[in-house]
């Protein structure tokens, strides 16, 4: 009979002992998952503070870029008579093809009170056309009525080597120009390619910031959702 109650005690002894290890195993599996998903939270916060810092990274540089540039164009010196390359609305592409077609004249005023200025003047009839392949600048942008006459003697062209084939046929006061800024003008003057002017920055400097427009407001808003 004491064999029988040692034995049972054995058993329950047994039986304790296996719940035991059992409770402390489900305790370390818990603590292992609590632990993966601290780590994971952890990572997950660590990604959503990266993405954040980035998001407002880039919204501080397009904010930058907007400033400086509203800063370039609202700092002329001659508001007094503003120049119509500031009224005239051109295809992001173009601006050096237009620059160079009417070079620095675009900086020039309508205001026939200021020193240098375009007139209005009829249209021209019949106004001379241009080669056929060449397209006009009238066709192109929108710009005042006093550059009306200059924009449709102006014509763009595919290439250089497309210019200089037209080049002949040009009617007195007509030019070629490609979208790089080559000239072909009607009496020989030729130009090569190269640094855009004054006015073709400015217009696309002013197309640049009318497209940070939205960007900006983009930014603003990944930037917000973000944090």
């Known amino acids: 009979e004491t064999l029988l109650v040692e034995s049972a005690a054995l058993d329950a002894a ?38 954040a810092s980035e998001a407002d990274a880039a919204r501080q540089a397009v904010e930058a870029e907007v400033r400086a540039l509203t800063e370039v164009l609202g700092g002329r010196d001659s508001d007094f008579w ?13 601006e050096a093809a237009l620059g160079a077609a009417l070079g620095d004249a675009l900086e020039c005023t309508g205001d026939e009170a200021a020193p240098k200025f375009w007139r209005v003047l009829p249209a021209l009839d019949p106004a001379p056309p241009l ?24 014509g763009l062209v595919d290439d250089a080597d497309q210019g ?45 910031l009318k497209g940070l427009d939205g960007g ?12």
Do not use: Y
């Open 14 to 51: 047994k039986s304790r002992h296996e719940a035991a290890q059992a409770a402390l195993a489900a305790a370390r599996a818990e603590i292992e998952r609590c632990e993966a998903a601290s780590a994971a939270a952890r990572d997950r916060a660590a990604s959503a503070g990266r993405a």
């Open 82 to 94: 503003p120049a119509l390359v500031d009224a005239v609305a051109v295809p992001a592409g173009l």
């Open 216 to 227: 900006l407001q983009a930014a603003r808003l990944a930037a917000v959702a973000a944090r």
């Open 164 to 208: 200089r084939a037209l080049q002949p046929a040009l009617a007195p006061g007509q030019i070629l120009v490609t979208r790089d800024g080559a000239i072909f003008r009607w009496d020989g003057f030729s130009v090569r390619a190269g640094t855009p002017t004054a006015a073709a920055v400015r217009m696309a400097q002013r197309n640049r």
């Open 131 to 154: 080669p056929d392949g060449a397209v006009a600048f009238d066709t192109l942008v929108q710009a005042p009525p006093a550059l009306a006459r200059a924009l449709s003697q102006a």
